[in-house]
């Protein structure tokens, strides 16, 4: 009697457990298999999932930048049509450490300049690389030419005598994002105004140091440790007469406000 009350109950038990199985494989075989793009877009524009603030849109567009001019200066390139992209970050697709997708690309960034060490979930991702996708309109598989611009002579000559005026407009399209008017704000602490003008081109070209990894001139330049996470700008995002510009700017600045 005891014995099958036990039979009785382990069965149930099994049961039970087979149930909840079931109940839960559609759903997660939904989760596992489609992403939608608008949850991808809500990521794109979110800062939840960053540590820092920042989200995709404070650093690539999502749309074409030359048809539809914004007048921001961002420091990643638009993700308009970059889905079918062979490769991302210069990658060889054939070698082992290649992307095999788009969002495992973008953890790069996520992991990098978002400071999110957890990552993305494997939803996320999915719902980043439908949206990626439907703003893909054309299936254009070059790759982007990745255009860091470090010196590598250290010495950033050159960024002297720029005009502070047309600065001033370069440096709300392009940094005033992290640095409001020169003040902390997504970055930790108010721009320094007294620095040679090489100090600013350096920080600017080489980022939190990836841009000097992908420069080709110090693979150990980053390191997820020390916390930093500024971007480089590239060449192609931002030209040397630009910066120059910019810096001027920087250095005409007021000293950051009482509440820095
Ligand atoms: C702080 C700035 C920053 C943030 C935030 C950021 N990125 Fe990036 N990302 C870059 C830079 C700089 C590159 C280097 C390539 C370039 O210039 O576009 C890059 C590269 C990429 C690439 C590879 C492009 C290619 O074709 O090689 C993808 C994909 C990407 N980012 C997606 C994302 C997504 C999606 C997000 C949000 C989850 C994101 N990024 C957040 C700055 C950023
Ligand atoms: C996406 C955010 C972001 C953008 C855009 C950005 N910066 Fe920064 N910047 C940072 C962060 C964060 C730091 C702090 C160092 C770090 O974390 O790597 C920083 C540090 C700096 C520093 C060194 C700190 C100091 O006080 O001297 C300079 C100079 C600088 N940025 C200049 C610029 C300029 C010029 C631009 C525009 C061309 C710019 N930044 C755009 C995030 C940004």
Known sequence: MLKNAF??????????????ILFALPAFAQMTITGTSEAGRRLFYSPAISANGLSCAHC?????????????????????????RTTWWGKDPEAPDAYATIDEAAVVCVLHYMRNKDKLTAQQ??????????????????????AP??????EY??????????????????CHSCHPNGNAGIAPKPLARNREPAYYARVVREG??????LSGIDPNAYSFKDGRFSPFFGA????DAQLRDIIAYIKSLPPPSRAN
């Open 7 to 20: 039979y009785l109950f382990s069965h149930l038990r099994y049961a039970a457990v087979g149930a909840a």
């Open 236 to 239: 192609d995002r931002l030209s």
């Open 60 to 84: 690539h567009a999502d749309f074409d930048e030359e048809t539809y001019d914004d007048g921001l200066i961002r420091a990643g390139h638009s993700l308009f049509n970059a889905y079918y």
């Open 157 to 174: 000559k050159g960024f002297e005598g720029g005009n502070r005026l047309s600065g001033k407009d370069l440096f709300y399209a392009a």
């Open 125 to 146: 991702q999915l719902d980043i690389r439908a949206y990626l996708k439907a703003i893909s309109q054309r299936a254009l598989r070059t790759p982007l030419a990745l």
């Open 149 to 154: 611009a470090a010196d590598h002579t250290g």
């Open 208 to 213: 939190d140091g990836l841009g000097s990894v």
